[in-house]
Structure formats: C-alpha cells, structure tokens
C-alpha cells in the first residue's frame, strides 16, 4: 500500500490535560503503511467496540441485500416474518465464521459474510420446474385461500434443497484449502497476477455503489464529500472529549476523525436524512427518506435464537450441487484476492501458502455452516471491509473479532440489527464510491514492483484489465444464449466463472505472465521477494501474524507438521511440484 494520505505519523500519543496519554501505536508503528493499528496490535476495548460496530455497518448493507434477493424465488411474501428470520440467521452466522476465520483461519482481520457468487446458482436451481413458485403467488404476495402452515412449508422445502446444495458443494472448497491444492497455484502467483485480480475487484463494484446511490445523487455526493473530509482533510484534527479517571471528569482530545470516518459520516448523513423526511423536504418515493424501512423492524423479533436445521433437514440432488460448485470455485478464487489486498492495508505480510490454504479450508466449513443453518448463501471474504480498513487505517484482528461477535449480538436481537437496516441507501452508495476506489487502488499499488517500461509488461496488465471489464459484461448480457458444452450443470459453471471480473483478470494475468517470456527482475519477483521476503525463508522460531493461537511451541517441535499444508510450520519445498513450461526465469 502507498504512504498515508491521512496520517503524517507526527504523533504517536493523544495526550491529556493532566498529561496522560491515551494508547496509540508508537511512530515507528505507524510508519509501516502509515497504519493507526497493525494486524497484531489492539486498541482499547471501547475503541474496538466502536471500530467493530463501524465494520458491522460496513458489511449489512451488501449481506441484507442477499436475503431480499432470493426471498421472492423462494416464494417468500414480502410481509412474511420469515424474510427477518433469514436476516438475522446471515448475520448470526456471518459473525461465527468471521470468529472462526480470523482466529483459526487465515488469521487476516478479514470480515465473512454472504455472497452474490452463490446468487447465479441458486437461481438457476430454483428455476427449475419443481421449484417455481405456484400460480397463487403473485408480485411478492399470496393470493387465495393458502394458510400460513402451507406458506411456510412451500419456501421452507426449497429452503432445505439450496441447503443441501451448499453443505456438499462447500466440501469441495473444503478439500482445495486443506488439502493444500490452492497453495500449489501461489508460487506462480506474482504482482502482474494479483494487480488485474485486486484491481477488478473494485471496479466490478461500480454497478453496486451506483445502484445504491441512484436513489439521491445529491445525498451520496454529500455522503462522499462528508467522508474524504473527515478521512482525509481533517484526519490529524483532534476533538475534544470527556474523559473519566481516578473519580473525576477531565478534557481530553482524541482523534475520532481518524478512528471512525465510515461510522461519523454514516451518523451525519442519517441525521440529516432523518431531518428532511421529518419535514418532508423529500419526497415520499424518495431513497433518502429514513421512514421506507420502518416495516423491518415492527416484523423482527425482540429476540431469536437461529439454530441449526431450523427449516428441516436439507436435501440433496446432484443438479443442485453441480450448479453450487461454480459459486463455490468463484468464491475461493476471489477471497485469494482479497487476502493479498486485505494484508497488505492491515500491515502484515504477503500472506504465506499455508494462510491461505487454511483461509480457504474456513471458508469452506463457513459454507458448511451456512448450510446447517438454513442462510440461503454461502460465506466469503468481504471486499467492503478490506476497503474500510485502508479509509479508517486500523487493521487491528481483535477490531474484526469484536464486529464477529457484535454481528452474533444483532442476529439474536432483531430489533436492534433491523435498525441500521433503516439507513438509506444513498448514504450506503457514497460510502461504496470511497472505499471501492481504495480497493482499486490497492490493486494498482504492486505496480510498483514491476518495471513499467517493459512493453511485455504492458500488455500483460492493459489486456488483463481491459478484457476482464469487457467480457463479464458480455457474458452477462447474453447468458440465456450461450451454450459452452452439453452438460448443464458444466455450463453453470463455466458462465460463473466467467461472468467473475476477478478471475477473469486474475487468471489472464497468470497465464500470460507465467508464459510469456521474461526476466524476473523485469516481472517484478526480485523487488517483490525482497519486499515481502518469502514463506520459504522466513525463521520458523519466530512470531508470526499468521501463526496459530496457541499451540506454536508444541507443533515446531514435530517434524511432520512440515508436510501438512495448512499447519504454520508448513515447508513448501518438500512438497514443491516443478511445472514444466511457466516462466519462472
């Protein structure tokens, strides 16, 4: 990641007006990507609770969408409870998995939650002529004389067969990370692979920011220019605060602008949103108005436990798993991405060959998970959330921690989750527009390591780019027409990976930079081992970011945990595979 643009690293502490000092990470902390709080250093817990809620409020918007999404297919009426049910059942589970992701998986602060990838399969399954909703029910709602027992049996069954779908697909997922079959791709993983990957991960986000934002250009402009203020321009102005210690109130000053952009601009621009519909300055159609979702709330429950099986056993068939494993690849493909931007904004390392197998192998029980509780979705790495922690510089694992568990809170108490559920979506959209851009221009940043002179190198990047914004669009366009083989749930496949930006450009770029002929300084490796230093040869006696909890002390001591490929003592030379053909010179 490039230097700050917000933070000068001129101090370290916020003192007081007795001279105490509030705990911030010391300058020479800071200076490493011009970060307030690394992967391994923890703010305050109250500190944490306010990031962790700034990260929740991030991810709601992207992961309630999933549930409205599918809701109609699964011929869920529009004022049925069970749409509240599900939405505190994705964040229930979005919250166990990001627990489990960054305290036993990739150990990255990287949030998980529902994906669209798993969208495209789970609407062609329930297309199917078993799974259509009956003729009774009409533009969201039911008609005739249909009771509520039969209502929840006929969304409950299709509910019960894209769960099963998930549960086996995500096996696979299971597989390629802890068998270590991804881990075999990343030495041929280099900066003009990952650039085009990253890069298309902000930019296929466009369509999402602007469909957010159509709703009031003027109030997600405003959201925008609230945001790069407080973010930017003002990051180094300190407020005044009120602080209790040894049994009085004292002034202090504290930099809240630097600590939460994401969560004061969201509180503003609410405000403000909340003003004009209160003097009706807005329209009653209008997105800004705070009033259109009051509805979420009066249907939630006061408190609900999601369990597991909730809606029955699952079911399985062979269509239905077949046409999840696209959502499935899609998703690996795309969290290996996320993990290389997600380090690099939190200040850890390239993330090592067992990280990622682990982070995978998670993501796949995530999805196992998601399964046995009835989501609808699957579980993935947060792109959002990656761009929060380049706005906000804090890539602290304990602030994502306490946002998994904040999550688990408001999937328990409905009420209080369907309240931020209420904040309009232009404020949603500008803040996308911010932290999307980042997202990109993490991307671009290991450019830096490449020589940019080399015409080689130039193509590789221009075509990778270029044909992965052009062919999704197409792919997408034209889906109902295209035919790539005889075998249905192949086709699926194939059509998901394709309509995938990031992997359309992560895999154009692999294969052209591992083939095309090339130094390795020109390529970039030299610059970017000596940047990032390599697994191979990092001390094994050492603290690591991506160790384990607990346990590292016992497992260096026995020689065969170099041969599991998920383990942190992994040796990837013992099982190191020489592929004849790719350019690795």
Known sequence: MTDNLGYSGEKDDVE?????????????????????????????????????????????????????????AMCISEDDPARGYIISTIFFVSGLVTLLQSTFGCRLPIIQGGTFAFLVPTGAILSLQEWKCPPEYKDGFWTGNITQEARDEIWQTRMREIQGAICVSALFQIVLGYCGLIGLLLRFITPLTITPAVTMIGVSLFKAASFNAQGNWGIALLTIVVMILFSQYLSNVDLPAIKYSKGRL?????????????????????????????????????????????????????????????????????????????????????????????????????????????????????????????????????????????????????????????????????????????????????????????????????????????????????????????????????????????????????????STHMFVGGFLGFFLDNTIPGTREERGLLAWDSKHGTENSRDQTTASPYDLPFGMDWLRKQSWSKYVPFLPTFQEDVLRIKVPGLCRK
Not at 52 to 70: A, D, E, H, R
Not at 452 to 467: C, D, E, T, Y
Request: with cysteine; hydrophobic share 45%; glycine share 10%.
């Open 250 to 498: 004292k002034f202090t000053r504290i930099p809240l602008l630097k600590l939460f952009p994401i969560l004061l601009t969201i509180v503003c621009m609410w405000g403000l949103c909340a003003l004009l519909t209160s003097t009706q300055a807005i329209g009653p159609k209008n997105a800004a108005r705070t009033d259109t979702k009051i509805g979420l709330i009066s249907n939630s429950d006061w408190f609900r436990v999601p369990y597991p099986f909730q809606w029955g056993v699952p079911t399985v068939s062979a269509a239905g798993v077949f046409g999840m494993i696209a959502g499935v690849i899609a998703s690996a493909i795309e969290s290996v991405g996320d993990y290389y931007a997600c380090a690099r904004l939190s200040g850890a390392p390239r993330p090592p060959t067992h990280a990622i197998n682990r982070g995978i192998g998670m993501e796949g029980l995530g999805c196992v998970l998601a399964g046995i509780w009835g989501t609808g979705n699957g579980t993935t790495s947060y792109s959002e959330n990656i761009g929060a922690i380049g706005v906000t510089k804090v890539g602290s694992r304990k602030v994502i921690q306490v946002a998994g568990a904040l999550m688990m809170v408001f999937g328990l108490f409905s009420k209080f989750g369907a309240l931020f559920l209420t904040i309009p979506s232009p404020i949603v959209g500008g803040i996308f527009c911010v932290m999307f851009g980042m997202i990109t221009a993490v991307g671009l940043s290991n450019l830096q390591f490449v020589n940019l002179n080399s015409s080689r190198n130039l193509f590789v990047l221009g075509f990778s780019i270029f044909f992965s914004l052009m062919l999704p669009e197409w792919v997408k366009e034209n889906e109902r027409n295209l035919a790539f083989t005889n075998v249905k749930e192949l086709d699926q496949i194939i059509l998901v990976l394709l």
């Open 16 to 72: 007081t007006a007795d001279g105490e000092k509030i705990s911030l990470p010391s300058e020479d902390d800071t200076k490493k990507n011009g970060m307030l709080y690394t992967i391994d250093e923890s703010p305050p817990w109250y500190m944490c609770i306010l990031l962790g809620l700034q990260q929740y409020l991030t991810m709601f918007g992207s992961t309630v969408s999933i549930p409205f999404i599918i809701a109609p």
